[in-house]
């Protein structure tokens, strides 16, 4: 989070031997769905065409929206879910969730989709060895938007998440409401005040509480915990996770009924204590089968606000309750609720806390486990991929050069890396590696280089102490 | 025969009760269970429980008795000192609250009876009541009369299914022009819904009920896209826990929760507002 003015954009770090190297697809502000190989080459863009988030699918599909609802009246609402060939063809599309007339806008069907959708065959909508999704049928999971109002939670209109399922023809044949199960997420009598007062109400449509506000939806597909017995790992039973409400939530496919959970009080055990706050986190799904890691949970944790809690000196109404100025993308074991691997700003070689936020991205954020056991992280606010070995070696870097014009940030909402063999349209690129650039001697043009032209020397001055770093002499003390 | 009328203190309801009782010089007793009736009313509901309604909130006040008859609530209150029995059909305990008065079926009374309903409901308007009413399609004219005469703010209208079945599900014959008349009022009121519950039907030939299908629910939905002309009516088509029981795929007389979106599916064609309502 802490940029200069100026720095390079583009892929800036890339070891093709330590890379699993492939595709990546991210949706370019204000350009579309963009494909780059692992050098930063923009291989294919899908121009305009929306994606919360895109996907990749074998075959050289790509998978996002034609349009957004006007944001006057809805909120993050994409008008449909569709998949689009290479030459830009949509071949399969799904819109007819809900007929809206918004004033002087075309009476339409919308899917009101927001943040995810999974299509049959893959759990979490990126590469798993034998695990492709399906092209040319089966189901569709999507995340959706839909207005009503809850006593339980407030007499305010919400803006509620749900979750259908939507044949290849575009039935719907199950769907799953979000407030249905209010009394199951284990809301203090303090989050359920300030949730009844202002459920994270939003001025769009005339006011409407993005309450939950999920941002993330998937399988779980075969694992191991269900292969020993335990019935809330279903296969087919569905991670989500809730900004708004630092919920991490496993449902189950049948009844609806909440399977497993993390959150919203992460006090509430020894445990969670040790687990640290889980804060306004992002893309929260369990690491497929034939990955390394498989059956433990990967979700960026972003820090930043959320939550609803006690009224505190950081937030006076208990609104985003919960405060963290730096990230962190974790793999938890979903048994013992214990740390597997973690990417945090110590990994990431930044001092705590003092340079804790060089690892932050505050909202939108995703993390993705490749075959190599490398993760794949979009550092969002910022517009950063990266690529990390599992003893946390950065081996890519890219970061993104489009900034919004209406949000003036060149944020990347979530990327995924696919092989190169999803895009047959295209030989295997080049790969060529890009070694770090030393800082301390790198020049802008007109700059002068490093060195001093005189030194003197001043009898007397000591030189410094170079004492461990939990006894350095600054003005906060340093974690370690 | 004393009139009895119990009450609790500060509610509306009972003092429209009393004001009627006042205005028509009918003698009564008022009793307020909070204060000195406490005990009285403590021995009438012991003697008289199976004919009191007690909802989630509570029991509805008032509560009324001749030494004969008992009614409760305002609406059934009212309707007795009308027309005695006579209005049953048209009115029962209601479940709304503070200004709201529903319980009020259209199609469920005598329609020679009519007037009698007709200037009760007058009677709640003139004490500022909002009335919600519900028809089956039946009395047609009524709800027109009631509709010119400005006595309804929400009708509900439970459209049973598609014509050819229609009768069956009522239980009596309708005159397919009642029911369509009925279909092409009910959108001219303040607010209104249309609706279909989800119920086994005998069909021509079949020896067991079975329930609707989404062809009928389409079929109905076409109905109300018929005769009103629009494809953007608020309609909700209602499933009852007990037609719904999770996990007996195999059992033909429940249907498989998942299977209630292809109702909605089929409806959505004739009209693209409908909902579900688990009820």
């Given at each position: 989070?802490?940029?200069?003015?100026?720095?390079?954009t583009?892929?800036?770090?890339?070891?093709p031997?330590?890379?699993?190297?492939?595709?990546t697809?991210?949706?370019?502000?204000?350009?579309?769905?963009?494909?780059?190989?692992?050098n930063g080459?923009?291989?294919?863009?899908w121009?305009g065409?929306?994606?919360?988030?895109?996907?990749?699918l074998?075959?050289?599909?790509?998978?996002?929206?034609?349009?957004?609802?006007?944001?006057?009246?809805?909120?993050?609402?994409n008008?449909?879910?569709?998949?689009?060939?290479?030459?830009?063809?949509i071949?399969?599309?799904?819109n007819?969730?809900?007929?809206?007339?918004?004033?002087?806008?075309?009476?339409?069907?919308m899917?009101?989709?927001?943040h995810?959708?999974?299509?049959?065959?893959?759990?979490?909508?990126?590469?798993?060895p034998g695990?492709?999704?399906?092209?040319?049928?089966?189901?569709?999971?999507?995340?959706?938007?839909?207005?009503?109002?809850?006593?339980?939670?407030?007499?305010k209109?919400?803006?509620?998440?749900?979750?259908?399922?939507?044949?290849?023809q575009?039935?719907?044949?199950?769907?799953?409401?979000?407030?249905d199960?209010?009394?199951?997420?284990?809301?203090s009598?303090e989050?359920?005040?300030?949730?009844?007062?202002d459920?994270?109400?939003?001025?769009?449509?005339?006011?409407?509480?993005?309450w939950?506000?999920?941002?993330?939806?998937?399988?779980?597909?075969?694992?191991?915990?269900?292969?020993?017995?335990?019935e809330?790992f279903?296969?087919?039973?569905?991670i989500?996770?809730?900004?708004?409400?630092?919920?991490?939530?496993?449902i189950?496919?049948?009844?609806?009924?909440?399977?497993?959970k993390?959150?919203?009080?992460?006090?509430?055990?020894?445990e969670?204590?040790?687990?640290?706050?889980?804060?306004?986190?992002?893309?929260?799904?369990?690491?497929?089968?034939?990955l390394?890691?498989e059956?433990?949970?990967?979700?960026?944790?972003?820090?930043?606000w959320?939550?609803?809690?006690?009224?505190n000196?950081?937030?006076?109404?208990?609104?985003?309750?919960a405060?963290?100025?730096?990230?962190?993308?974790?793999?938890?074991?979903?048994?013992?609720?214990?740390?597997?691997?973690?990417?945090?700003?110590a990994?990431?070689?930044?001092m705590?806390?003092?340079?804790?936020?060089?690892?932050?991205?505050?909202?939108?954020?995703?993390?993705?486990?490749l075959?190599?056991?490398?993760?794949?992280?979009t550092?969002?606010?910022?517009?950063?991929?990266?690529e990390?070995?599992?003893?946390?070696?950065?081996v890519?870097?890219?970061?993104?050069?489009?900034?919004?014009?209406?949000?003036?940030?060149?944020?990347?909402?979530r990327?995924?890396?696919?092989?190169?063999?999803?895009?047959?349209?295209?030989?295997?690129?080049?790969?060529?590696?890009?070694?770090r650039?030393?800082?301390?001697?790198?020049?802008?043009?007109?700059?002068?280089?490093?060195?001093?032209?005189?030194?003197t020397?001043?009898?007397?001055?000591?030189?410094?102490?170079?004492?461990?770093?939990e006894?350095?002499?600054?003005?906060?003390?340093?974690?370690? | 025969?004393?009139?009895?009328?119990?009450?609790?203190?500060?509610?509306?309801?009972?003092?429209?009760?009393?004001?009627?009782?006042?205005?028509?010089?009918?003698?009564?007793?008022?009793?307020?269970?909070?204060?000195?009736?406490?005990?009285?009313?403590?021995?009438?509901?012991?003697?008289?429980?199976?004919?009191?309604?007690?909802?989630?909130?509570?029991?509805?006040?008032?509560v009324?008795t001749d030494?004969?008859?008992?009614r409760?609530g305002?609406?059934?209150?009212?309707a007795y000192?009308?027309?005695g029995?006579?209005?049953?059909g048209?009115?029962?305990?209601?479940?709304?609250?503070?200004?709201w008065?529903?319980?009020?079926?259209?199609?469920?009374?005598?329609?020679?009876?009519?007037?009698?309903?007709i200037a009760?409901?007058?009677?709640?308007?003139?004490?500022?009541m909002?009335?919600?009413?519900?028809?089956?399609?039946?009395?047609s004219?009524?709800?027109?009369?009631i509709?010119?005469?400005?006595?309804?703010?929400f009708?509900?209208?439970?459209?049973?299914?598609?014509?050819?079945?229609?009768?069956?599900?009522?239980?009596?014959?309708?005159?397919?022009?009642?029911?369509?008349?009925?279909?092409s009022?009910?959108?001219?009121?303040?607010?209104?819904?249309?609706?279909?519950?989800?119920?086994?039907?005998?069909?021509?030939?079949?020896?067991?009920?079975?329930?609707l299908t989404?062809?009928?629910i389409?079929?109905?939905?076409?109905?109300?896209?018929?005769?009103?002309?629009?494809k953007?009516?608020p309609?909700?088509?209602?499933?009852?826990?007990?037609?719904?029981?999770?996990?007996?795929?195999?059992?033909?007389?429940?249907?498989l929760?998942?299977?209630?979106?292809?109702?909605?599916?089929?409806?959505?064609?004739?009209?693209v507002?409908?909902e579900?309502e688990k009820?």
């Amino acid at each position: 989070m802490t940029y200069p003015s100026v720095y390079p954009t583009g892929v800036t770090i890339y070891n093709p031997e330590k890379c699993w190297n492939g595709y990546t697809v991210f949706q370019a502000e204000d350009v579309g769905a963009l494909v780059i190989d692992m050098n930063g080459a923009e291989v294919q863009l899908w121009k305009g065409l929306y994606g919360f988030p895109n996907k990749l699918l074998p075959g050289g599909y790509v998978l996002g929206h034609t349009g957004e609802r006007n944001p006057m009246y809805g909120m993050q609402d994409n008008l449909d879910l569709v998949q689009v060939d290479w030459e830009g063809n949509i071949v399969w599309r799904f819109n007819q969730y809900e007929y809206i007339e918004d004033p002087g806008e075309k009476p339409q069907w919308m899917a009101r989709q927001h943040h995810d959708y999974q299509r049959e065959g893959n759990p979490v909508g990126y590469y798993v060895p034998g695990m492709e999704p399906r092209v040319d049928g089966g189901n569709t999971l999507i995340l959706c938007h839909k207005n009503l109002k809850n006593p339980k939670i407030s007499d305010k209109l919400l803006l509620d998440d749900t979750i259908i399922e939507v044949t290849w023809q575009g039935d719907i044949v199950w769907e799953w409401i979000c407030s249905d199960h209010f009394d199951e997420y284990g809301f203090s009598e303090e989050a359920k005040n300030i949730l009844c007062r202002d459920p994270n109400m939003r001025p769009n449509g005339g006011g409407m509480g993005d309450w939950m506000h999920t941002n993330s939806m998937s399988v779980l597909g075969p694992n191991k915990w269900y292969d020993a017995g335990d019935e809330r790992f279903h296969p087919n039973n569905i991670i989500w996770d809730g900004r708004e409400t630092n919920i991490i939530a496993i449902i189950d496919k049948k009844t609806g009924k909440l399977t497993w959970k993390l959150g919203p009080d992460y006090n509430s055990s020894k445990e969670l204590k040790a687990l640290g706050w889980i804060i306004g986190q992002h893309h929260a799904h369990m690491i497929p089968r034939g990955l390394p890691g498989e059956g433990n949970i990967l979700v960026f944790d972003n820090g930043g606000w959320a939550g609803y809690g006690a009224p505190n000196p950081g937030s006076p109404k208990g609104i985003k309750s919960a405060l963290r100025d730096y990230s962190r993308v974790l793999e938890i074991d979903p048994i013992t609720l214990k740390i597997v691997w973690q990417y945090t700003p110590a990994e990431a070689g930044y001092m705590m806390p003092f340079d804790s936020n060089r690892f932050y991205s505050p909202f939108i954020s995703s993390a993705q486990r490749l075959p190599n056991g490398n993760t794949l992280i979009t550092e969002g606010s910022g517009g950063r991929i990266i690529e990390v070995t599992p003893d946390h070696e950065l081996v890519w870097e890219y970061i993104s050069p489009y900034w919004g014009k209406a949000i003036k940030l060149n944020m990347v909402y979530r990327a995924y890396r696919a092989p190169y063999s999803w895009i047959p349209q295209l030989d295997p690129p080049e790969e060529i590696p890009i070694e770090r650039i030393d800082v301390t001697t790198f020049r802008v043009p007109g700059a002068a280089p490093i060195g001093r032209k005189k030194e003197t020397r001043v009898e007397g001055v000591l030189p410094p102490y170079t004492p461990p770093p939990e006894y350095a002499a600054l003005c906060v003390a340093a974690d370690v | 025969m004393n009139n009895v009328i119990f009450t609790i203190p500060g509610c509306a309801r009972c003092k429209i009760v009393k004001d009627f009782m006042h205005e028509h010089a009918t003698p009564f007793e008022e009793k307020n269970v909070r204060e000195g009736g406490k005990e009285d009313f403590q021995h009438f509901y012991t003697a008289n429980r199976r004919a009191i309604y007690r909802g989630q909130d509570g029991i509805e006040f008032p509560v009324f008795t001749d030494g004969v008859v008992i009614r409760q609530g305002l609406g059934p209150v009212l309707a007795y000192l009308y027309g005695g029995k006579r209005l049953d059909g048209f009115v029962s305990v209601g479940t709304l609250h503070k200004e709201w008065v529903d319980g009020l079926h259209v199609s469920g009374g005598n329609i020679e009876d009519a007037d009698d309903f007709i200037a009760m409901l007058h009677y709640l308007k003139s004490k500022a009541m909002k009335l919600k009413l519900d028809t089956n399609g039946k009395n047609s004219h009524l709800l027109n009369r009631i509709l010119d005469e400005g006595l309804a703010d929400f009708v509900v209208m439970d459209v049973l299914g598609p014509r050819r079945l229609y009768s069956h599900i009522l239980g009596e014959n309708i005159a397919l022009a009642d029911l369509e008349r009925t279909i092409s009022i009910v959108p001219r009121f303040p607010e209104y819904r249309f609706q279909t519950t989800i119920v086994r039907v005998r069909r021509e030939g079949d020896l067991t009920p079975a329930f609707l299908t989404p062809e009928d629910i389409a079929e109905t939905a076409e109905l109300i896209e018929e005769i009103t002309g629009s494809k953007k009516h608020p309609y909700f088509i209602r499933f009852l826990p007990s037609t719904l029981e999770p996990g007996k795929s195999q059992d033909a007389d429940s249907i498989l929760p998942n299977a209630i979106f292809s109702y909605r599916t089929a409806a959505r064609v004739h009209q693209v507002l409908t909902e579900i309502e688990k009820i």
